[in-house]
């Protein structure tokens, strides 16, 4: 969007909240929604930043006998907050303060939709935050899971889905220190696979792609005595995503899948039923699949992910180079093939 017409909108919206043939109440309302105009799919983050300062004109409208009016407009000022690019754990902060304030009213006057979706922006605040040390974890698993309550599967299949998703990825984030790590692998392992019964592969492609591939992480990553079962199972997944994950349409997801399946196939054997026979074969395909995720990471200017599927293949050049005498020329073969 032009500075210009920015510029105007943002005109336009003062104008209305100055509009004395309406009440203070509509006029608050004009102004949250062309905010809301403003926040979606903004452009730039100058389109954010104006949506915020919009909200906070409405707030300073509001009456304060519109209680539920002045929920909305918290609510929606805490999303505009959360997705401001570059502003970091100040704005992250200040998200959370508005979604706090917000939930109670919205569950006390509030559509429970109204309220399902503030909480899962309040977990999704959180988690950004605990990631930085900053939150607790556990508070925003126990802000989906509320949400749950009404974005079920049956009514609300795409935010069922994407709580799903967020479920997982918090389970994930708590460090594995403690005797409860095992099952928490488990309920990641567990909310994927309850995601992929509503998202299916024509209706919901990148969606379904993008829960295949984290199923396949969290498979493969997981502290499990079956390690080759949840192997075999992670490529599985990784090969559904790549169904969707395409050189030639989506590039950097293709780089990322096939890296991630390159993990996989480093620690599998090529018989699992015989893991004593090695796997030369995987290496070499996953030392194939780091040079070509390498290749397109480069291209793309993601120069930190070319230099980290970069080391792994030279890793497993040295293995296969460290492999007895009488199989190396054989290994090197499958390598370069």
């Not at 559904?240 to 293709?254: N, S």
């Not at 992910?305 to 499958?334: C, G, K, Y």
């Amino acid at each position: 969007m032009a500075i210009g017409r920015l510029a105007d909108e943002v005109q336009t919206a003062l104008s209305a909240a100055e509009d004395t043939s309406a009440t203070a109440a509509e006029r608050a309302e004009m102004l949250m929604e062309i905010a809301m105009g403003l926040q979606h799919r903004p452009k730039t983050p100058d389109q954010l930043q104006a949506a915020v300062e919009l909200y906070d004109k409405a707030l300073a409208l509001c009456p304060d006998r519109e209680a539920l009016l002045r929920g909305r407009i918290t609510a929606r000022k805490g999303t505009a907050l959360q997705a401001m690019p570059g502003g970091g754990a100040a704005s992250l902060e200040r998200a959370r303060a508005a979604l706090e304030e917000a939930i109670p009213i919205l569950r006390d006057l509030g559509r429970p939709e109204e309220l399902a979706e503030a909480e899962i922006n309040f977990g999704v605040v959180v988690q950004s935050l605990a990631a930085a040390g900053l939150a607790r974890i556990t508070d925003a698993i126990a802000a989906y899971q509320r949400a749950l309550r009404t974005f079920d599967r049956r009514r609300h299949p795409k935010e069922f889905a994407i709580l799903q998703n967020n479920l997982a990825t918090a389970f994930l984030s708590i460090p594995f220190t403690d005797e409860r790590a095992k099952m928490r692998e488990a309920l990641a392992v567990q909310a994927f696979e309850e995601a992929l019964k509503v998202v299916d592969l024509i209706d919901h492609p990148s969606e379904y792609a993008m829960l295949q591939n984290n199923l396949g992480n969290a498979l493969q990553y997981a502290s499990s005595s079956h390690t080759v079962e949840n192997n075999l199972r992670a490529l599985d997944a990784y090969g559904e995503a790549l169904r969707v994950r395409r050189r030639d349409t989506a590039p950097l997801e293709y780089a990322n899948t096939i890296a991630n399946k390159a993990n996989c196939l480093w620690n599998l054997p090529d018989q699992p039923d015989h893991p004593e026979r090695g796997n030369r074969a995987n290496l070499a395909q996953a030392k194939a699949c780091y040079a070509e995720a390498r290749e397109i990471f480069m291209a793309k200017g993601e120069h930190e992910r070319a230099r980290i599927v970069a080391e792994a293949a030279t890793q497993i050049e040295r293995e296969l180079l460290a492999l007895a005498p009488s199989n190396q020329m054989d290994a090197l073969a499958e390598a370069s093939s």
